[in-house]
C-alpha cells in the first residue's frame, strides 16, 4: 500500500488515463483510495462514496441539514406566505410540491382534520395576515366563497380608510 499523500499518474495504478492521482483517507471511515488531482486539488470528496452516500438522502442528494444555506425547513415566498418542509414519511406528504415542501397553513389545518387537504380546498386567513398561521386565524372554503371573503374583507378595509380620511377631515375643518 501507497503511503497518504503520494502521487502517481493513472497509468502506473491500473487507470487508463494519465491524470495525476493522490492516495488520500476518507475523512469519515478511514478508508484509503486513489483520488484524482486536477491543477493540483482534489477533483473528489474528501469523503469516500460510500460515507456521501450515508450523508445523502433517499434520492442521493445531500441532506438539507448539511447544506450551508440550510434554513431549518422553513421557507417564506414572495408573497408572504410560509413553506414548511415534510419529512419523507410524513402522512401528509401527498400534499407536499415536488421538493417536499407544503403552505404551513394548509398543514396547521390539515393536522386539525387529521385528513390531506384536497386541491380544491382553500385556506383563508381571517385577519388577512398570510404568515399568521395560528388555527383560529384559518378558515377552511373554497374557491368561489374564498374569492367573495377576499373581496369584503378588501372592502371593509377600504371603508376604514375612508372613514378615518373623513374624521381627519373633519378635524381639520373644525380646527380652521
Known amino acids: 500500500m501507497p503511503e497518504i499523500g503520494k502521487t502517481a499518474r493513472g497509468k502506473e495504478i491500473g487507470i487508463k488515463d494519465g491524470s495525476l492521482y493522490i492516495w488520500d483517507a476518507c475523512k469519515d471511515c478511514g478508508k484509503e483510495r486513489w483520488v484524482r488531482l486536477i491543477k493540483g486539488r482534489q477533483l473528489a470528496s ?17 441532506k438539507r441539514e448539511l447544506n450551508h444555506r440550510w434554513k431549518g425547513g422553513r421557507l417564506k415566498d414572495k408573497d408572504g406566505y410560509i413553506s414548511i418542509i415534510l419529512p419523507t414519511d410524513s402522512f401528509f406528504l401527498p400534499m407536499a410540491n415536488n421538493r417536499g415542501y407544503v403552505l404551513e397553513h394548509r398543514l396547521v389545518v390539515a393536522k386539525k382534520l387529521g385528513r390531506c387537504l384536497q386541491p380544491w380546498e382553500i385556506i383563508h386567513h381571517l385577519n388577512g395576515i398570510r404568515n399568521d398561521n395560528r388555527f383560529k386565524n384559518l378558515a377552511l372554503t373554497m374557491k368561489q366563497y374564498h374569492e367573495k371573503h377576499t373581496l369584503e374583507d378588501a372592502l371593509k378595509k377600504r371603508i376604514q380608510l375612508l372613514e378615518q380620511q373623513i374624521k381627519q377631515l373633519k378635524e381639520k375643518r373644525n380646527e380652521h
Open 46 to 62: 474528501i469523503i469516500c462514496h460510500p460515507c456521501s452516500m450515508k450523508r445523502a438522502d433517499r434520492r442521493g442528494y445531500p
